[in-house]
């Protein structure tokens, strides 16, 4: 018998690192107050009073010191887990995910592997400051050697980080701050692992193909729900590797597709999968594929967000621009 949990997203993760952290002793935890202050979002809250600081590593406000750091764990055997306090700051730490986190497996030929899960909160939603509410999801994406994962709910939350853990390769766990506490769901309470490149068909339906993931995935399945509109929601859960198969499937079902993201529309993961869908399934479609994004502009103040991130308004607009055409 599975026992339960009700758990939010940070909960969830919390219980995901304890398990990893009792699991394998060269998991370390670092970054900018995750030990003391357990995280600016409390994430690993209590984890320094059960593993010690040596486990648990208060670092520098230094985000490439972090970054490479970890490299050189993983290079000498551990498996670290890195916080970016804000996904916005890991720009500063971009050169050593990209020039060597990314290329190691590569560069020695499969000899060196870098295994290292390397969490971040992103995008808006809750009124922080302007490198507090990034989405840099497709960035990362074009980095070849780099997995990219963003869950939207507890449950995926807690699995995909579990899986994470048992994987060889640098991965970026993005955890979508605006889900951190909005809503609890019914979770296992031990180890179990939610598949990375694999998406969920988080509802099922004959008109369209919505695709989605993070922040967005819950507000397109409310506003399905709310206007009874017959729809294949596709929660993406990895950005990288994505779920092409999933995704081509669904469509060709259904014939239309709308991809719904907080990021910036230009050059984004919708247009991505709008050029995919393009490419293998042109045929199939009965109007042309449509996206739903953020302004390709930077992010607002915080006074000014809810003009910049879709709303459940902006979806159903484009899902009857979409049926119509």
């Known amino acids: 018998m599975v026992n339960l949990m009700l758990a939010n997203m940070v909960t969830a993760l919390n219980n995901a690192l304890d398990l ?5 002793s060269d998991i370390i935890v670092l970054g900018e107050d995750v030990g003391k202050d357990g995280g600016v979002f409390r994430v690993t809250d209590g984890l320094i009073k059960k593993y010690g600081p040596d486990r648990i590593v208060d670092t520098p406000l230094a985000e ?3 970054i490479g750091t970890s490299i050189g764990m993983a290079i000498a055997g551990m498996h670290p887990f890195p916080e970016i306090q804000f996904g916005g700051f890991s720009y500063i730490g971009f050169d050593q995910l990209a020039a060597h986190a990314a290329r190691y497996r590569s560069r020695t030929m499969g ?5 290292m899960v390397v969490r971040m909160p992103v995008s808006g939603g809750v009124r922080t400051l302007e490198h507090h509410s990034e989405s840099p999801e497709a960035l990362f994406s074009h980095i070849g050697g780099l997995i990219v994962v963003e869950p939207s709910t ?5 699995g995909l980080l ?15 701050t605006k889900l951190y506490r909005l809503f609890k769901q019914e979770i296992p309470d031990g180890m179990y692992e939610v598949p990375i490149g694999k998406a969920n068909l988080a509802k099922e339906g004959d008109d369209l193909t919505i695709i989605t993931y993070g922040t967005m995935a819950r507000e397109v399945q409310k506003t399905v729900e709310e206007n009874n509109i017959s729809a294949d929601v596709l929660d993406l859960r990895t950005i ?5 198969s999933a995704i081509l499937k669904s469509v060709k079902k259904t014939g239309r597709a709308l991809i719904v993201h907080e990021a910036s529309l230009s050059f984004g993961v919708g247009a991505e ?9 042109l045929y199939d479609l009965k109007s042309p594929v449509m996206r739903v994004g953020g302004f390709s502009f930077p992010y607002p103040f915080s006074g000014d967000e809810d003009y910049w991130v879709p709303n459940r308004n902006k979806v159903l607009y484009y899902i009857k621009k979409l049926m119509d055409s």
Do not use: M, V
């Open 154 to 158: 507890p449950y995926d939350a807690k």
């Open 273 to 281: 999968i709008s050029a995919r869908i393009g490419e293998k399934c």
């Open 240 to 244: 990288n590797p994505i779920d092409e």
């Open 111 to 115: 000899n060196i592997q870098i295994p």
């Open 64 to 66: 490439s010191s972090i």
């Open 162 to 176: 579990i899986k994470a853990a048992h994987s060889k390769d640098p991965i970026l766990f993005l955890e979508p």
């Open 20 to 24: 990893c952290l009792n699991e394998s």
